[in-house]
């Protein structure tokens, strides 16, 4: 209790403790710690990502999980993304505070779980879990920017945030592959533990206390719906081409059922008062047009994301610790990217030809990424990557600012975090769907690359041998490259050669795949690129954006027909009401 009592002693002279207020904004001393607080959740929360995926071909070694591994990845945001919006209604009514405390519990219990998994199916039920927690640490931070600076100030402290990620992206690999090299895969999740923890403190004296009188009902029934709905669509993206066909009886009623759900799920969220997701925010043009480009942008470069560690791991035979040095250059790239074009939205107030120049550039590089093959050189691979990290560096704050500044401040909240469940939704559809390709381009090119003598001796080895042979983790884990040494030695002088000869094939098969992802994901990064054209310009706000009407804040918001005035949902709800559509007094 003295401890207790001296800690809130400090924090109360430092301001970071005061009577409850009516609204989230954060004003005074208290600025400061919050942005720390801020920054301190956005480096490990994005940590997290990087190390997990710099650690994932050690893990799938260790779990024999190749078939399932974009589920590792697919579970944890597929819950994080169902709970974004949920957070993002919450804290606009009762505060921001409470609900990171929440989210940063939830981590902390995932992380330690993920990090005592023993069959990769824990893994993925632990990282389920832990994306419930994250869903708090994608929308709180961005909205509590949003609590501190205006949306003409906002530009620049976005770029900072987007360096923060790139920061700890960077790393990330590297300290994600030194650790599974050093301790192994399981202290990569221990290490969100302190920082985590360091987190929930810093929230715990720097947000404020929030006082209201209204009560929120939570929309359970459509965020059960929700649910419903993506997971067969998810696992009918995971199965098809793999364990059924694509016309099969199983995958053709996966999909008819998730259409349905989600059909459902849109029509009941346009006739409730608190919505998950409200329809009404996609009258707003410019939320539209963000939503979109920030769904493709997502879909697009993701493969570059989860991928590129295993090319580097798996094509040009580098260990974890050193694939995760080759990722620095791209995440460099970013943060420049990030900080320029965050200053130049600050100064120049403008952000749509921002936005086309940098999807253009992350186009370019997606496209430079397709041309990668198993003798392609390192140097070749960081270009092309740094390529891709300015075009998104530039892109990324863009989006954030132009959608807050098209609405009210008593909406931040919901606004940032639908947004964010939209550009979420990227990710959790392309998973699944980019590891199945992969697995196929894998399994059906690599026989055709080995040569007669080799298939001749893998077709007179063992099962065991055979199941060995035909395991892409061969090409990533140690244990297994000794094992495959061990088998061709059996072969006599000629075994070595077989062996070389093998691991080529591999490799090349391997890289036709990754390829292949890059190949999908220029289609969707052309998509953003398209899209831009369709997101309008408006005058970025100052201090007005905190006390403006939500009159004078639609005035200037572009409905899907074009610029003019538009009612923006009542102060209560983005539910089904009626509202009219003013045209002047």
Same mark, same amino acid.
């Given at each position: 209790?003295?401890?207790?009592?001296?800690?809130?002693?400090?924090?109360?002279?430092?301001?970071?403790?005061?009577?409850?207020?009516?609204?989230?904004?954060?004003?005074?001393?208290?600025?400061?710690?919050?942005?720390?607080?801020?920054?301190?959740?956005?480096?490990?929360?994005?940590?997290?990502?990087?190390?997990?995926?710099?650690?994932?071909?050690?893990?799938?070694?260790?779990?024999?999980?190749?078939?399932?591994?974009?589920?590792?990845?697919?579970?944890?945001?597929?819950?994080?993304?169902?709970?974004?919006?949920?957070?993002?209604?919450?804290?606009?009514?009762?505060?921001?505070?409470?609900?990171?405390?929440?989210?940063?519990?939830?981590?902390?219990?995932?992380?330690?779980?993920?990090?005592q998994a023993h069959s990769i199916y824990t893994l993925i039920a632990a990282r389920a879990f832990q994306g419930l927690g994250a869903g708090a640490m994608m929308s709180m931070p961005r909205a509590t920017v949003g609590d501190i600076f205006n949306p003409r100030q906002r530009g620049r402290w976005m770029g900072i945030m987007a360096a923060t990620f790139g920061l700890?992206?960077?790393?990330?690999?590297?300290?994600?592959?030194?650790?599974?090299?050093?301790?192994?895969?399981?202290?990569?999740?221990? @290490?969100?533990?302190? /920082? #985590?923890? &360091?987190?929930? *403190?810093? +929230?715990? $004296?720097?947000?404020?206390?929030? %006082?209201?009188?209204?009560?929120?009902?939570?929309?359970?029934?459509?965020?059960?719906?929700?649910?419903?709905?993506?997971?067969?669509?998810?696992?009918?993206?995971?199965?098809?081409?793999?364990?059924?066909?694509?016309?099969?009886?199983? @995958?053709?009623?996966? /999909? #008819?059922? &998730?259409?349905? *759900?989600? +059909?459902? $799920?849109?029509?009941?969220?346009? %006739?409730?008062?608190?919505?998950?997701?409200?329809?009404?925010?996609?009258?707003?043009?410019?939320?539209?047009?963000?939503?979109?480009?920030?769904?493709?942008?997502?879909?697009?470069?993701?493969?570059?994301?989860?991928?590129?560690?295993?090319?580097?791991?798996?094509?040009?035979?580098?260990?974890?610790?050193?694939?995760?040095?080759?990722?620095?250059?791209?995440?460099?790239?970013?943060?420049?990217?990030?900080?320029?074009?965050?200053?130049?939205?600050?100064?120049?107030?403008?952000?749509?030809?921002?936005?086309?120049?940098?999807?253009?550039?992350?186009?370019?590089?997606?496209?430079?990424?397709?041309?990668?093959?198993?003798?392609?050189?390192?140097?070749?691979?960081?270009?092309?990557?740094?390529?891709?990290?300015?075009?998104?560096?530039?892109?990324?704050?863009?989006?954030?600012?132009?959608?807050?500044?098209?609405?009210?401040?008593?909406?931040?909240?919901?606004?940032?975090?639908?947004?964010?469940?939209?550009?979420?939704?990227?990710?959790?559809?392309?998973?699944?769907?980019?590891?199945?390709?992969?697995?196929?381009?894998?399994?059906?090119?690599?026989?055709?690359?080995?040569?007669?003598?080799?298939?001749?001796?893998?077709?007179?080895?063992?099962?065991?041998?055979?199941?060995?042979?035909?395991?892409?983790q061969a090409l990533v884990g140690t244990g297994s490259l000794q094992a495959l040494q061990r088998l061709f030695a059996a072969y006599g002088p000629a075994g070595q050669m077989l062996y070389g000869e093998f691991v080529r094939a591999v490799r090349t098969a391997l890289a036709a795949g990754i390829t292949k992802l890059f190949d999908i994901g220029l289609i969707f990064?052309?998509?953003?690129?398209?899209?831009?054209?369709?997101?309008?310009?408006?005058?970025?706000?100052?201090?007005?954006?905190?006390?403006?009407?939500?009159?004078?804040?639609?005035?200037?918001?572009?409905?899907?027909?074009?610029?003019?005035?538009?009612?923006?949902?009542?102060?209560?709800?983005?539910?089904?009401?009626?509202t009219s559509t003013s045209r002047g007094s």
């Amino acid at each position: 209790m003295p401890l207790r009592s001296t800690l809130r002693a400090v924090a109360a002279r430092l301001g970071l403790l005061g009577d409850r207020q009516e609204t989230n904004r954060i004003t005074g001393p208290r600025r400061v710690f919050a942005l720390a607080v801020i920054l301190v959740t956005m480096f490990f929360s994005s940590l997290d990502q990087t190390v997990v995926a710099t650690a994932m071909p050690s893990i799938i070694t260790d779990l024999h999980g190749f078939s399932v591994y974009a589920w590792v990845f697919t579970a944890y945001m597929m819950a994080s993304a169902v709970t974004v919006p949920i957070y993002g209604k919450l804290s606009d009514v009762y505060g921001r505070k409470p609900f990171y405390l929440l989210g940063l519990g939830l981590f902390i219990v995932g992380s330690a779980v993920s990090g005592q998994a023993h069959s990769i199916y824990t893994l993925i039920a632990a990282r389920a879990f832990q994306g419930l927690g994250a869903g708090a640490m994608m929308s709180m931070p961005r909205a509590t920017v949003g609590d501190i600076f205006n949306p003409r100030q906002r530009g620049r402290w976005m770029g900072i945030m987007a360096a923060t990620f790139g920061l700890s992206s960077i790393i990330g690999p590297t300290l994600g592959g030194w650790i599974t090299d050093a301790w192994g895969w399981r202290w990569v999740f221990y @290490i969100n533990l302190p /920082f #985590a923890a &360091a987190a929930l *403190v810093g +929230a715990l $004296f720097a947000l404020p206390n929030v %006082r209201t009188n209204r009560r929120v009902r939570v929309d359970w029934t459509g965020s059960a719906l929700l649910v419903v709905g993506l997971v067969p669509l998810l696992l009918g993206f995971t199965w098809a081409g793999d364990r059924y066909a694509w016309d099969s009886a199983v @995958i053709l009623g996966l /999909f #008819a059922f &998730a259409v349905v *759900v989600l +059909a459902v $799920f849109f029509w009941h969220e346009g %006739r409730v008062e608190e919505p998950v997701i409200s329809p009404r925010l996609f009258r707003n043009q410019i939320f539209t047009s963000a939503a979109a480009v920030g769904l493709l942008v997502s879909m697009g470069l993701f493969g570059a994301l989860m991928f590129v560690p295993l090319f580097f791991q798996g094509v040009l035979g580098l260990t974890a610790r050193n694939s995760g040095q080759f990722m620095t250059p791209m995440m460099l790239s970013f943060i420049v990217g990030s900080l320029i074009g965050g200053l130049l939205i600050t100064r120049t107030g403008r952000y749509k030809l921002q936005a086309i120049f940098g999807t253009a550039m992350a186009m370019f590089g997606v496209y430079l990424m397709t041309k990668l093959g198993v003798d392609s050189t390192k140097a070749v691979v960081i270009r092309n990557m740094a390529v891709v990290g300015v075009g998104m560096g530039l892109a990324m704050p863009v989006l954030n600012v132009a959608v807050q500044n098209a609405f009210p401040y008593r909406l931040l909240g919901v606004v940032n975090s639908s947004q964010q469940f939209v550009n979420s939704l990227g990710g959790v559809i392309v998973s699944p769907i980019l590891g199945t390709v992969l697995k196929n381009t894998f399994t059906e090119q690599l026989p055709r690359l080995m040569p007669a003598q080799l298939l001749a001796a893998i077709s007179s080895a063992g099962a065991a041998g055979r199941q060995l042979l035909a395991d892409p983790q061969a090409l990533v884990g140690t244990g297994s490259l000794q094992a495959l040494q061990r088998l061709f030695a059996a072969y006599g002088p000629a075994g070595q050669m077989l062996y070389g000869e093998f691991v080529r094939a591999v490799r090349t098969a391997l890289a036709a795949g990754i390829t292949k992802l890059f190949d999908i994901g220029l289609i969707f990064a052309a998509g953003a690129f398209l899209g831009t054209f369709f997101l309008k310009q408006i005058t970025l706000k100052q201090d007005e954006f905190y006390t403006e009407t939500d009159s004078a804040a639609s005035a200037e918001a572009p409905t899907a027909a074009g610029p003019g005035p538009e009612t923006v949902p009542a102060a209560s709800t983005l539910g089904p009401e009626t509202t009219s559509t003013s045209r002047g007094s």
